[in-house]
């Protein structure tokens, strides 16, 4: 373990050394001015993927070569690798010329993250992972290491990025954005920022806008009375000044520079360095690093970052399904690796972490796009999800395999993604042979029953609940059987309340929540009913981003009312839930209140389904709390944040997982729990409010978004007391246990050495989170993120895991090792300063081995060209002439279900897929299952595959289109590829859908009629086909539609597992939306 993180410390360093700024000048005594050459590209704003590739890409490339041919002192920063993938897929002799000027120090590869992404609603987690997976790429491709987050254009910035960035090993950071209605102003031109847990970067926060003409000399009066002011205030007579353009790519403007080469020629005042955007941060000294004067908090923006909080609700939603699915599924994909049963998915987890990553680019995300963009972000984001739930399918499979299922009843494997030991419902899929309405218990692996309860997903599918004890990142083993009817216990429902051991809920007439008592407190939580309103929103301008004071100061324009159909919806042993339906405004509002039995009901739980309509408003979710207080404590993932009432600079602020209003005595608290919704208000010392959707009002531009989230919505929010402050109320863990559901799989029945628990990993201290944990990047054994949540020290925290630790390393944020660590007997014992983020590579004793699967592929009778090589793309003939998949986008294999399958020849002219007509396959003896690599043309197709006798029928989904789509906008006329205002007006909103199957390969384009498909997927499929015991032969079905690309027999896999809980959103839509919503 220490040698191999070590040898990559000496790579990293020979990178470094390599790669190192020129001589640094003396900032306390010249007058030093750091130029960075730029352009912004908004990789989707009001443009799509495909002319971002098509035309801006190009530019970028070509503009910046040109300049670089006739200046050779020449140095272009850029940032974006996700943006560097898009020029090695699309414009690969252009990108091999690239290489040439990085290698040249022409062209910088800046900023190390994946995309320019926003900051205010990705994870904190999901923030080292852009730094991660950006650093490596451009570590890989160009041999360069930057030491900068350089973020031009984001609309406001959180209080935990500067210790995210300063974990991350980074120096420095750099913004322009604060010009545009800083709440704080501009703290100073170049400073320390520090975070939460006290660490900190130095910040450039007055660079000038990146598309400003530079006319004056950069060495005149102004700039001299700048530095010279900087050197009073700062120590340092030193400042950054950005030149470039945007936001559409391209090169710095001529005008621009040509004041820069007249100010570079002229000997002055000023010291003119065209360098690297990090060099301003490596050229500050450490004792000049100490005398900066120092700022702490978040740097948001009045206006321009309330909106953009909560726009594109949908997308939201979706990005935290998919950082929650990540997590889940790397972690299971851990326990998997470690035990031998399932190699880790490396490929598929990069390929969707990456999806999901350019998914957070700062227009993206915050919802300010063209609605087309939304079309391609949706699919990123659900293919995404696709990859990592089979992931976490075969991780949980392979674990599986080691426990023992033997139960009295359907064995069902609960898994908990979590670092701490829990008590939760689980919801799964009603297992076949359990229909009826009889009775139903689970019994754990000590033979100890607990109910199960009888419900209806929200898809009209039978489900069966129960409340499961399963152990930090572990998995646990039930049996589900028919059981006798219990007492009802302590959980009671009724049309106007509903109670559990924990609280009583009472409803008003107008179906709002009107009281919540807490038993264990003895306190009444809520001042007064708890309320959606409606607020007007009609900003001055930008729509989607901004939320102006002039509304916000204004009480609510309605509440949700209207007559209130109310019914108790479960009333089981397990959990009791009791919906509100009502319709305001044209949009419909149904509530459901759910409260849960035992350790599982330390919450109440408010599952919200909204039909949307309204117009220039926001819906907020508004909470009258008893524990008045002047200030209110907000998440960051990484450290808190106290913030006050509404103020014009501040009235709209963000939020990750819960907010807490605690009585100013410290008496009691209420801690209201927010899901994937991240706006917040505070219009009073009693009133906390969440908002959940918003569509405003428009002026003259941007006039497509007075429609934008128009549809269906599904969301979860919380209420929970708690005597003490937030930290005795644990709202961290009860935020990520109402966001972060277990999981639950069937298996078949077997002996396992792992008995019928598991625990992967687990802190001996819930103040302690396992953020992450995941393969190393370089060498071997897995890395850990742990988090201080309680802004306390933690001393000697102790990390055990399911087998021995055998060695361990602290390391960086990205994966570099800072120092050897010391287990004893077995564990890791650590201490933690307040808030402080701590990664550490591990090496893990495994505490038994799971076979891994064995595959042997098979031969197919290929005759047919499926994947072209960029020049014979005029060839091929997957889906009709002249169409086929790119041959550089895949390799010699593909791996999906821990189930290698070997592609045929990729070459010109090769056959490379096969047309189903009634082949018969050959099986080696003892194939228990086959597995094909498959696609259809002409829509998705049912196929019948044939073994023994028995036929197997699955479903072959189509090599082209969207795996799903949320609700969209269809406008009369044609709409431009490039427009700053949809002027059409709207025609209809198409439903909602999701498209089934596994994606086990896909790119980004294809090929048709000798180009590229630009963003137009070509995906294939990984099917399995179960074969009876004997059968010589696979017989495939006689439709030419069915394409195979590969098969492998096995006979041991991961294939017995059965997923019980949905873990991608219900887009299904019915009859009544589309009456609501179609033409």
């Given at each position: 373990m220490r040698s191999a993180f070590r040898a990559a410390a000496l790579t990293a360093l020979g990178t470094l050394l390599a790669a190192a700024p020129p001589e640094a000048p003396d900032l306390a005594k010249e007058r030093t001015l750091f130029l960075v050459n730029?352009?912004?590209?908004?990789?989707?704003?009001?443009?799509?993927?495909?002319?971002?590739?098509?035309r801006m890409l190009r530019d970028t490339l070509y503009d910046n070569f040109a300049i670089m041919e006739q200046k050779p002192e020449y140095l272009f920063n850029w940032t974006g690798a996700g943006r560097y993938q898009m020029f090695e897929e699309y414009y690969p002799e252009e990108y091999a010329r690239l290489k040439g000027y990085v290698a040249k120090g022409q062209w910088w590869p800046s900023s190390n993250a994946w995309e320019e992404c926003d900051v205010n609603v990705p994870s904190s987690e999901s923030l080292f992972r852009q730094l991660l997976v950006g650093h490596r790429f451009f570590k890989r491709a160009f041999g360069t290491e930057s030491y900068d987050f350089m973020l031009p254009d984001c609309f406001g910035f959180p209080a935990s990025l500067p210790s995210i960035l300063a974990h991350a090993g980074l120096k420095g950071f750099s913004t322009q954005k604060l010009t545009w209605g800083s709440a704080v102003g501009v703290p100073f031109n170049v400073g320390r920022w520090t975070g939460?847990?006290?660490?900190?970067?130095?910040?450039a926060l007055n660079p000038g806008a990146y598309d400003a003409r530079l006319t004056e000399p950069l060495g005149g009066p102004a700039w001299v009375a700048r530095l010279d002011a900087n050197g009073a205030k700062l120590g340092i007579k030193a400042d950054m000044l950005y030149n470039g353009t945007g936001d559409e790519g391209g090169s710095p403007m001529p005008e621009s520079m040509a004041t820069v080469w007249a100010s570079m020629a002229s000997p002055g005042p000023v010291r003119i360095v065209m360098g690297r955007a990090d060099q301003l941060f490596t050229s500050i000294t450490p004792d000049q690093r100490k005398a900066l004067p120092e700022y702490r908090g978040d740097l948001l923006l009045t206006e321009h970052s309330a909106g953009s909080i909560t726009s594109q609700a949908f997308l939201k939603r979706l990005n935290r399904g998919d950082e929650l699915l990540a997590d889940a599924a790397e972690?299971?994909?851990?326990?998997?690796?470690?035990?031998?049963?399932?190699?880790?998915?490396?490929?598929?987890?990069?390929?969707?972490?990456?999806?999901?990553l350019r998914n957070q680019f700062h227009d993206i995300l915050p919802g300010t796009c063209l609605p087309k963009s939304y079309e391609?972000?949706?699919?990123?984001?659900?293919?995404?999800?696709r990859a990592f739930e089979g992931a976490l399918h075969d991780g949980a499979a392979a674990v599986a395999r080691g426990l023992d299922t033997r139960t009295g009843g359907i064995p069902l494997v609960v898994f908990n993604p979590l670092g701490i030991d829990r008590e939760d419902v689980v919801e799964a899929l009603l297992p076949a042979g359990l229909e009826g309405d009889g009775a139903l218990e689970a019994v754990d692996g000590a033979g100890k029953a607990t109910p199960a309860q009888r419900t209806v997903g929200v898809d009209g599918r039978p489900r069966v609940i129960f409340a499961a004890k399963v152990p930090a990142v572990g998995f646990a083993v039930y049996g589900l059987r028919p059981g006798k009817a219990p007492a009802q216990g302590l959980l009671k429902?009724?049309?106007?309340?509903?109670?559990?051991?924990?609280?009583?809920?009472?409803?008003?007439?107008?179906?709002?929540?009107?009281?919540?008592?807490?038993?264990?407190?003895?306190?009444?939580?809520?001042?007064?009913?708890?309320?959606?309103?409606?607020?007007?929103?009609?900003?001055?301008?930008?729509?989607?981003?901004?939320?102006?004071?002039k509304d916000r100061r204004n009480p609510p324009r309605a509440y949700v009312g209207g007559a209130a159909t109310v019914r108790v919806l479960e009333a089981g042993p397990v959990r009791v839930a009791v919906e509100v339906a009502r319709e305001t405004e044209g949009s419909r509002f149904v509530q459901v209140y759910r409260l849960a039995a035992g350790g599982a009901g330390s919450r109440l739980e408010v599952a919200c389904a909204v039909d949307w309509k309204s117009s220039q408003a926001s819906l907020k979710a508004a909470f009258p709390l008893a524990s008045a207080a002047p200030r209110a404590t907000y998440s960051w993932d990484l450290g808190t944040v106290e913030r006050g009432n509404n103020d014009p600079k501040k009235y709209e602020v963000p939020t990750h997982g819960w907010?807490?209003?605690t009585d100013p005595t410290g008496a009691f608290g209420v801690t209201v729990l927010t899901g994937a919704k991240y706006g917040t208000d505070?219009?009073?010392d009693a009133t906390l409010r969440l908002t959940l959707l918003y569509t405003p009002g428009v002026n003259r531009d941007y006039r497509e978004q007075r429609w934008q989230d128009w549809g269906h919505h599904a969301f979860t929010y919380g209420l929970a007391g708690h005597a003490g402050d937030w930290r005795k109320g644990q709202a961290p863990w009860q935020a990520l246990r109402q966001d972060q559901p277990l999981v639950a799989f069937q298996a078949p029945a077997h002996p396992g050495p792992l008995g019928k628990r598991l625990s992967l990993l687990a802190t001996s201290s819930p103040q302690v989170a396992i953020q992450a944990i995941k393969r190393a990047e370089d060498g071997e054994g897995f890395v850990v993120r742990l988090q201080e949540l309680e802004g306390r020290p933690a001393k000697h925290l102790v990390l055990q895991g399911a087998g021995a630790i055998q060695g361990a390393d602290e390391l960086d944020g990205l994966e570099r090792p800072l120092r050897a660590l010391a287990p004893a007997k077995g564990a890791l014992a650590l201490d933690f300063t307040p808030y402080q983020v701590r990664t550490v590579g591990l090496r893990l004793k495994a505490p038994a081995q799971v076979p891994a699967p064995a595959g042997t592929p098979l031969a197919l009778p290929y005759g047919l060209q499926a994947f072209t090589t960029n020049d014979d793309r005029a060839s091929g003939a997957l889906d009709g002439p002249f169409t086929s998949l790119p041959a550089e986008m895949i390799g010699d294999t593909v791996t999906a279900g821990g189930v290698t399958f070997r592609m045929g020849p990729l070459g010109k002219g090769a056959k490379n897929a096969l047309a189903c007509d009634g082949q018969v396959l050959p099986l080696p003896a003892g194939t228990t299952r086959v597995h094909l690599l498959v696609a259809a043309t002409g829509g998705d197709v049912k196929a019948a595959f044939t073994a023994g006798g028995a036929a197997a029928t699955v479903t072959v989904p189509d090599w082209r289109g969207y795996l799903g789509s949320w609700d969209n906008r269809v406008f009369k006329g044609e709409v431009p590829d490039l427009t700053y205002s949809v002027d059409n007006d709207l025609e209809r909103i198409d439903p909602a859908f999701l498209r089934e199957g596994r994606p086990a390969w896909w790119a980004s384009h294809h090929h048709a009629k000798g180009q590229d498909a630009i963003y137009e997927y070509g995906v294939l499929y990984a099917v399995s086909v179960e074969v009876p015991a004997g059968a010589p032969a696979l017989a495939l079905p006689k439709d030419a539609r069915v394409k195979v690309f590969a098969a492998t027999a096995t006979a041991v896999d991961n294939a017995g597992l059965r997923p019980l809980s949905p873990l991608l959103p219900d887009l299904a839509r019915d009859a009544s939306f589309k009456a609501r919503f179609g033409k």
């Open positions: 730029y352009s912004h590209l908004d990789t989707q704003w009001r443009w799509a993927y495909p002319l971002v590739v098509r939460p847990d006290g660490n900190g970067i130095v910040a972690k299971a994909s851990a326990a998997a690796d470690l035990l031998g049963g399932c190699a880790w998915p490396k490929a598929t987890l990069d390929k969707a972490w990456g999806l999901m391609y972000a949706w699919n990123d984001g659900i293919l995404a999800a429902a009724g049309a106007g309340a509903l109670e559990n051991g924990r609280y009583r809920a009472t409803l008003d007439a107008a179906g709002d929540l009107a009281s919540l008592y807490d038993k264990e407190v003895g306190r009444e939580l809520l001042a007064a009913p708890a309320r959606l309103a409606l607020q007007e929103e009609k900003p001055n301008r930008w729509p989607a981003w901004n939320m102006d004071w907010m807490d209003l505070k219009p009073d």
